[in-house]
Nanobody
Framework: QVQLVESGGGLVQPGGFLRLSCAASGFAFSLSAMSWVRQAPGKGLEWVSSISASSVSTYYTDSVKGRFTISRDNAKNTVYLQMNNLKPEDTAVYYC???????WGQGTQVTVSS
């Protein structure tokens, strides 16, 4: 059974930081590119970041470049998203996604507010 379980979300003040984790099981994690995708209140899905299976390549949407860092530990079947200098516009549910085949986690809420 495939599972992607996100954790690490919460309420943080602007300028603060969070580290999201996504623990994967039930598929060949080390062979899969992984992404983080978010959905802000009342808006559609927005791709945030991706990492290749071997961690050689990483990609970010412009609004998070320089603030967010994606990484993975294939020995632990886990992908991370370090989020620094958080802004209110980063408020969203953050989903972990595996590629080909596509699998989604249940999401973790991130709220940036003073």
């Amino acid at each position: 059974q495939v599972q992607l379980v996100e954790s690490g979300g919460g309420l943080v003040q602007p300028g603060g930081f969070l580290r999201l984790s996504c623990a994967a099981s039930g598929f060949a994690f080390s062979l899969s590119a992984m992404s983080w995708v978010r959905q802000a209140p009342g808006k559609g899905l927005e791709w945030v970041s991706s990492i290749s299976a071997s961690s050689v390549s990483t990609y970010y949407t412009d609004s998070v470049k320089g603030r967010f860092t994606i990484s993975r530990d294939n020995a632990k079947n886990t992908v991370y998203l370090q989020m620094n200098n958080l802004k209110p516009e980063d408020t969203a549910v953050y989903y972990c996604k595996a590629w080909a085949p596509d699998y989604w986690g249940q999401g973790t809420q991130v709220t940036v507010s003073s």
